[in-house]
């Protein structure tokens, strides 16, 4: 066991922890930030998709010790108040249905925008192509992604 | 039962006007069960602040129910959709819960949630129009107000809500359901009530639930199915950081089909997989240890190749094939299926000397409590289950082997215990959906007419596995949807016998209708093909004038009308441009099926991408009666079709040494963001009754594939998943 000092949405969290063990239990155990979710354990699902300094990662894979000083985004910190324009695009596209999935594929799809303003249809393959949501909200997804993007582009 | 027993008032202090009703009992014994202490299952509460609670036992599993039934109790009790609201039930001993499934939420609780909200609103008017000492037939209730028509005074539901829980209910007789072209909020596509809290992380399903002094457990369980544990040592997990039990957890009660293993429990869910992969365990691997895809495929070529017990036979089948002109003979194998819900199964207990809480992610609360008093032998009044949203359902978690360990390990070390299965234990310790074979022969005369249709099926019997057996009907959960063909063809017999096997199974989504919809159709298919007849005009030639088709399965049941899966085949055929030339490389099938009471048929679209199959689009009709939320209804045909492409597609579970082969999702695949082919889904206007629709867009999926496929390359579909090899 060791002491580790995370930054997770913004706030620094103490950890007593052994090192080896995965961000996400970290958080759903240590910390009670269970939106991100445990799909697989092994980074075929992607549910449990946090970032590290913006960068879209699959915390079920990422060793406490090994995320350092960087800072840790969880679906919890994605917004205050569900105002980002992929959570608005979310509920404008009606697309969770179980929901398990959609914390993962709103990180994802957050990091997409953030490189690509406009994504094409390719782009959401390659980046969300990797999650799996087996309610199959794949359509609406790609959709919502399409609306927030068009939704940023306007507020511009 | 009459009907005034199923809805009753209940004035309690500050609540407000509470309605207590039941959901119609859709299963005969439910209807047969004696006088409960407390025969509601649901609730309506309406309070000082005007607002309208939906209090029901029904689960949210993604499929919107929460939604759906909350828009027909806004609407029948006529108030605003802002000012109505559902809350899910706690399983004690006053509630009663149907359990969730079969399709069967909506189509079981209308009419009684509505007969429920307007006894209500019949309530509200009554209480007003003696507070005005008018008429009641001057008043009437308007977005959440009763109004006098001659004077223009109003007074809202919050006002009424405590002077009206003091009366007695009116007459049933009395209480008149609202004009279907009055209806404001069924019909339309609100937006469902349970996505916020799914976009930003604070939904709470099964394994978000915290309770102080929680421990995590993870189980070894024999990794043949029917095995036992041999030994263990435990010295090394226990020596394993954060782990504080390892205990031997007996099989549960009969019937929980929880087989029981080793439990090492942690502080934390990673601790506790930890210690698991330290534990030493030997098992004795029990009596299918032999069992493989292979030893079974026998068994079914075996079962099919003799004759069966029939479940229909009209006319001569064996004698119209040996006269027949023509004649098409066909075998049909589908594998195992895991549910795979992205949500691992869980639970949540807490077990203590007086009393048991649970929170749990299930589709029938009910019988969990009922597992967890026997577990623990505690009375129906000191076990709580709070049902919490499920991360996928599909029928998996309608079993209860996951909750029955939670109990047996909460009791085990005394202390609340969430059990933990990681992915690889929620694959390789399903219930899955059976493997099934189907031989069919059939018969054409001279001019392409379908003159005999044999169809003999085996299949991995649920029934065998569930019911008890001195009453248990093999076939009660596999031939429905194959022994209705709903095609007219004179001579026509279907057989049915089980295979024997150790693989637990369970209804996967949309149960035998997956299994039946593909062979079935995918057949029906070669022999319009072998009749030279388009598809779509040879279907709808066999469904000829209109007829009501039952099935010897449910006698009593309602019948399918061909008149309305004729209507479905035409508006899909026409939506998607049946006929319409394509390009080149591409090709159309089509398919249609009756589940759950629903019409559906689909037309897909395909090519091959480097010899692999490729669905471009799917046109989907559908016929769901009255659709309470037309979004809703799209999104679990939408839902539907990509759960059946991940099984036509995709993975499947095999059977190698009485254990199953796969572990995550790497080896058991599914259909991804990128292979999402354009859903398009029209419903069919109807205003009568409204039936299922989780399921019924799901059998068509594959056999419409599979057809389109045939029509593109002239190799037919016979097995799933799809293979590259058998379309080359």
Redesign the interface.
């Given at each position: 066991?060791a002491e580790f000092t995370l930054v997770v949405n913004g706030q620094p969290h103490k950890v007593d922890?052994?090192g080896g063990?995965?961000l996400l239990?970290v958080l759903?155990?240590?910390l009670?930030?269970?939106?991100?979710?445990?799909?697989?354990?092994?980074a075929?699902?992607g549910?449990c998709t946090v970032h590290l300094d913006g960068e879209a990662t699959r915390s079920c894979l990422t060793s406490v010790e090994s995320v350092g000083a960087r800072k840790v985004t969880?679906?919890?910190g994605?917004?205050p108040d569900?105002s980002h324009p992929l959570?608005k695009a979310?509920?404008a596209e009606?697309?969770?249905?179980?929901?398990?999935?959609?914390?993962g594929m709103?990180m994802t799809a957050a990091q997409l925008l953030s490189q690509k303003p406009q994504p094409s249809d390719a782009d959401?393959?390659a980046s969300?192509?990797?999650?799996?949501?087996?309610?199959?909200?794949?359509?609406?997804?790609?959709s919502a992604v399409h609306r927030a993007a068009a939704d940023k582009g306007g507020a511009r | 039962m009459k009907r005034r027993s199923f809805v009753q008032a209940s004035a309690t202090v500050g609540l407000g006007l509470v309605v207590g009703f039941r959901f119609e009992a859709l299963l005969a014994q439910e209807a047969a069960k004696p006088a409960l202490p407390n025969p509601f299952d649901a609730w309506i509460r309406i309070d000082a602040a005007g607002d309208v609670t939906l209090v029901c036992g029904k689960s949210e599993m993604g499929q919107g129910i929460h939604t759906a039934l909350t828009q027909i109790l806004a609407d029948e009790v006529e108030v605003d959709w802002a000012r109505v609201r559902v809350e899910q039930a706690p399983t004690n001993g006053a509630f009663y819960d149907h359990g969730t499934g079969g399709s069967s939420s909506v189509r079981g609780s209308y009419k009684t949630l509505r007969q429920a909200a307007a006894t209500a609103r019949t309530q509200l008017v009554a209480t007003a129009a003696e507070q005005w000492k008018a008429p009641v037939s001057e008043c009437r209730a308007e977005r959440g107000e009763i109004v006098h028509a001659p004077t223009g005074r109003r007074l809202g539901y919050g006002a009424l809500a405590a002077p009206a829980a003091l009366r007695p209910l009116p007459d049933p007789a009395t209480v008149v359901l609202k004009d279907a072209k009055d209806f404001r909020i069924i019909g339309q596509s609100i937006p469902r009530n349970d996505i916020p809290a799914k976009i930003d992380g604070s939904a709470r399903f099964g394994l978000d639930v915290r309770v102080p002094g929680m421990l995590f457990a993870v189980i070894a369980r024999c990794p043949t199915f029917g095995g036992a544990l041999k030994s263990f040592d435990a010295a090394k997990a226990k020596a394993s950081p954060g782990v504080v039990a390892v205990v031997e957890v007996p099989p549960g009660p009969k019937g929980s089909f929880a087989p029981g293993g080793v439990a090492v429990v942690a502080k934390s869910t990673w601790q506790a997989i930890q210690g698991r992969n330290a534990l030493a365990v030997q098992w004795n691997p029990g009596p299918h240890a032999a069992e493989s895809d292979a030893t079974l495929r026998k068994s079914f070529e075996q079962l099919t190749s003799a004759p069966a017990t029939a479940f229909r036979s009209d006319g001569d089948a064996a004698a119209a094939l040996a006269s027949a002109a023509v004649k098409v003979e066909a075998t049909y194998e589908l594998p195992f299926q895991a549910h795979a819900s992205m949500e691992p199964l869980n639970a949540t207990v807490d077990v203590r000397a007086d009393r048991a809480e649970a929170w749990l992610a299930t589709q029938d609360p009910k019988w969990a409590q009922d597992l967890i008093m026997e577990v623990t032998g505690l009375k129906a009044e000191a076990v709580t289950v709070h049902t919490t949203y499920m991360g996928g359902g599909f029928g998996r978690r309608a079993s209860a082997d996951y909750i029955v360990e939670g109990a047996q390990v909460s009791q085990l070390v005394k202390a609340p215990v969430q059990v933990v299965w990681t992915r690889e234990d929620d694959m390789q310790h399903g219930s899955y959906r059976p493997a099934a074979m189907h031989r069919f022969s059939a018969a054409l005369d001279a001019a392409g007419k379908p003159v005999a249709w044999l169809d003999r099926m085996s299949s991995v019997s649920i029934s065998r596995q569930w019911d008890d057996p001195a009453k248990v009907k093999p076939w009660a959960s596999e031939i429905d949807g194959a022994v209705n063909l709903p095609y007219a063809i004179p001579n026509l017999r279907m057989e049915y016998a089980d295979a024997p096997s150790g693989v637990p199974r369970m209804w996967w989504r949309s149960v035998e209708h997956s299994i039946n919809g593909f062979a079935v159709e995918s057949f029906v298919d070669e022999l319009a093909a072998a009749a030279r007849v388009d598809p779509l005009a040879f279907r709808l030639a066999l469904l000829a004038e209109p007829r009501l088709v039952k099935s010897p399965n449910d006698p009593d049941g309602t019948p399918l009308d061909t008149k309305r899966l004729k209507a479905c085949l035409e508006l899909a055929a026409s939506k998607a441009g049946w006929g319409e030339p394509l390009p080149a490389g591409r090709a159309r099938g089509l398919a249609c099926h009756f589940s759950f009471l629903s019409y559906a048929a689909q037309v897909a679209e395909v090519s091959l991408v480097n010899g692999a199959p490729r669905v471009h689009r799917i046109v989907a009709a559908v016929d769901c009666g009255r659709a309470i939320n037309p979004d809703g209804v799209a999104a679990q045909v939408e839902s539907s079709v990509v759960y059946a492409l991940s099984a036509a597609l995709k993975g499947s579970i095999s059977i190698a040494k009485g254990a199953v082969e796969q572990s995550n999702f790497h080896d058991f695949e599914v259909l991804r963001l990128p292979e999402m082919p354009r859903v398009e889904v029209h419903i069919v206007a109807s205003d009568t009754v409204p039936t299922g629709i989780g399921e019924p867009g799901l059998p068509p999926v594959a056999s419409a594939v599979g057809n389109a496929l045939f029509a593109l390359t002239g190799k037919r579909v016979r097995r799933l998943p799809i293979r590259a090899s058998d379309l080359a």
């Open positions: 066991m922890v052994a063990t995965p239990w759903r155990d240590s009670g930030l269970t939106g991100t979710k445990y799909g697989c354990g092994v075929q699902c549910a969880t679906i919890e994605l917004s569900r959570q979310w509920v009606q697309v969770p249905q179980c929901g398990y999935c959609q914390s709103l959401i393959d969300l192509g990797a999650h799996i949501c087996r309610c199959g909200t794949y359509q609406r997804i790609r | -």
